[in-house]
């Protein structure tokens, strides 16, 4: 893969694990400080890290095949 397959990569990367987990994080802090959190907000919160970790491990296998596929993709120029 050339260099900007290597960015396209890391930034569904960080789209898909990274940002999910920041947004949850962040606005769980946020409600917890302005309110006590509701059930519905915990539920939604609960949601949220599941769909992460769902979204992770299709990444993981989305890894596994370009390890397969395109050896040396993880290897900056």
Same mark, same amino acid.
């Not at 539920?43 to 296998?61: C, H, M, N, P, Y």
């Given at each position: ?8 990569? #890391? +930034? /569904?990367?960080?789209?898909? /694990?990274? @940002?999910? #987990?920041?947004?949850? @994080?962040?606005? +769980?802090?946020?409600?917890? =400080? @302005?309110? +006590? /959190?509701? %059930?519905? *907000?915990? =539920?939604?919160? @609960? *949601?949220? #890290? &599941?769909?992460?970790?769902? /979204?992770? $491990?299709?990444? &993981?296998?989305? &890894? =596994?095949? #370009? *390890?397969? $596929?395109?050896?040396?993709? %993880? $290897?900056?120029?």
């Amino acid at each position: 893969m050339h260099h900007s397959g290597s960015f396209f990569v #890391l +930034g /569904i990367l960080f789209l898909t /694990i990274v @940002a999910p #987990l920041w947004i949850s @994080a962040h606005y +769980g802090t946020r409600w917890r =400080k @302005a309110r +006590g /959190i509701s %059930r519905e *907000d915990e =539920k939604t919160l @609960a *949601d949220l #890290l &599941e769909s992460a970790r769902r /979204i992770e $491990q299709r990444v &993981e296998g989305l &890894e =596994k095949l #370009l *390890d397969v $596929q395109s050896p040396g993709w %993880r $290897q900056t120029p």
